[in-house]
């Protein structure tokens, strides 16, 4: 499977109180072309940092990005700030400043990428139309409720058609309904793009990860550990073991 | 009560129980004889009855059936509730008495438990990502049992990822107090 983005052997740490904190040891995944793949971690572990590595918004100390076969680290802040309009698309729940207006908001990165105002107005307008989103044309992001801020972000992915959709926390805790929705939406637009692109998410649950094809579980020591679905290329079977633990359930029959 | 429910499910030799409650029931692991011996006391009491003795010398061979009171039973049960439900954690209870000696043997079969339940979490995940990929070329099945079983397999996966990262926390918790106690930050008594 090509892989869309790539992160090889990264390292990321802070300086926190005069002491250097690592937050990311040693992360290499990657996202394949009509690929979801999740990162599960508890809130404030680190996940943001790596997806913002991962994104190009941050730097790592140490390691490799790519995106296709374009190494990230090293670029220019001109050619990543196009990159991240237009090939790679971030998506959280914070969204934009609170006053934009949401048909604004979803054409965005096609009007700076010189696609014009009226075709990106007319872009975003058939992405909202598709997720079922019309009703917020002409609202405030301020506006929306959190289900509604989930479809105009992934009305966004829709408009802007990026080679990786990049989300932060956005599908947590919708509730097992709601993160079936929305994770048929995120498989549509992958399927919509001939598999072009691939989605990478962070979830502070499995469930809200669950209709992901590969799940990484975020350790505590910044480490990523593979729970479910095979590395890239890879098609080993993990069988199920013998010795699974079972002594929690009440042995009365 | 399990015993019970497969009996309800179809009439069955006491040695076809006792395969079910294994294939049904696999994480459980109930012990070997729960069908033998529970099967004569659910006569007894007038849930299950005798349809059919086995050949002599074979009680495994002996076929039960559900009465009208069995079921009555069983539906009490699904619709009781046991608050707050009883959790017989194995590691719960070894922490308690472990000492610092007994850590890194501990940590160890945390360690296994957890890649045990990532696993089943591993299972369980893709049959769910294969339900789905179903769902959405044809749609949504109309049988409440295939939807029951569907909402089985979520459950499933749910249960085990939360077991998997509880495992992982925690072991990454021991981990750091063996560290400490090796650098000699803690008395580790």
């Not at chain 1, 105002?117 to 019309?134: D, S, T």
């Not at chain 2, 019970?4 to 179809?10: A, E, R």
Request: charged letters at 30%; hydrophobic letters at 40%.
């Amino acid at each position: 499977m090509a892989e869309v983005l790539s992160t090889e052997g990264v390292w990321k740490g802070f300086s926190r109180g005069g002491r250097w904190t690592g937050v990311l040891e040693d992360v290499s995944f990657q996202v394949g072309r009509g690929e979801v793949v999740a990162i599960v971690g508890g809130r404030l572990g680190g996940k943001t940092t790596l997806l913002k590595v991962a994104a190009g918004m941050e730097r790592p100390d140490k390691g490799s990005v790519s995106l296709g076969d374009r190494q990230l680290i090293g670029l220019g802040d001109r050619h990543l700030a196009r990159l991240l309009g237009h090939e790679i698309l971030w998506l959280d729940r914070d969204g934009p400043g609170l006053e934009m207006e949401v048909s604004r908001f979803v054409g965005w990165p096609l009007a700076v990428c010189g696609r014009g105002r009226r075709e990106a107005e007319r872009a975003a307008a058939r992405a909202l139309e598709r997720v079922g989103a019309r009703e917020c044309t002409g609202r405030r992001w301020s506006e929306l409720s959190n289900w509604q801020r989930v479809l105009v972000g992934l009305a966004r992915a829709y408009a802007a058609g990026p080679r990786v959709v990049i989300v932060d926390d956005l599908l947590d805790a919708l509730g097992t309904r709601a993160t079936e929705e929305a994770s048929d939406l995120l498989r549509s637009l992958v399927a919509e793009s001939e598999c072009r692109c691939g989605v990478l998410m962070s979830a502070s649950d499995v469930e809200s990860a669950m209709f992901a094809d590969r799940v990484w579980s975020f350790t505590r020591r910044g480490r990523l550990k593979l729970m479910s679905g095979q590395p890239s290329g890879e098609g080993e079977i993990i069988p199920f073991p013998q010795h699974a633990p079972t002594d929690r359930v009440p042995r009365e029959a | 009560m399990m015993v019970l429910g497969l009996v309800i499910q179809q009439e069955d030799t006491v040695a076809g129980v006792a395969r079910r409650l294994n294939d049904q029931f696999a994480t459980a692991r109930f012990p070997r004889t729960a069908a033998y011996k529970n099967l004569p006391i659910l006569a007894q009491n007038g849930h299950v009855r005798l349809i059919a003795k086995g050949p002599p010398n074979e009680p495994t061979l002996d076929r039960y059936g559900a009465t009208p009171a069995g079921v009555e039973v069983l539906r009490d049960w699904l619709r009781s509730t046991e608050l707050p439900p009883g959790i017989r954690d194995v590691l719960q209870c070894k922490l308690e008495f472990i000492t610092a000696d007994d850590l890194v043997a501990f940590i160890q079969i945390v360690r296994e438990e957890e890649e045990a339940y990532t696993a089943a979490y591993d299972i369980a995940h893709s049959a769910v990502v294969r339900e789905q990929r179903s769902r959405r070329a044809k749609g949504r099945p109309q049988d409440w049992r295939t939807r029951l079983r569907g909402i089985q397999t979520k459950d499933t996966a749910n249960l085990s990822g939360l077991m998997s990262k509880r495992l992982e926390h925690l072991r990454e918790e021991l981990e750091e107090l063996h560290e400490e106690i090796s650098a000699g930050g803690s008395d580790g008594g």
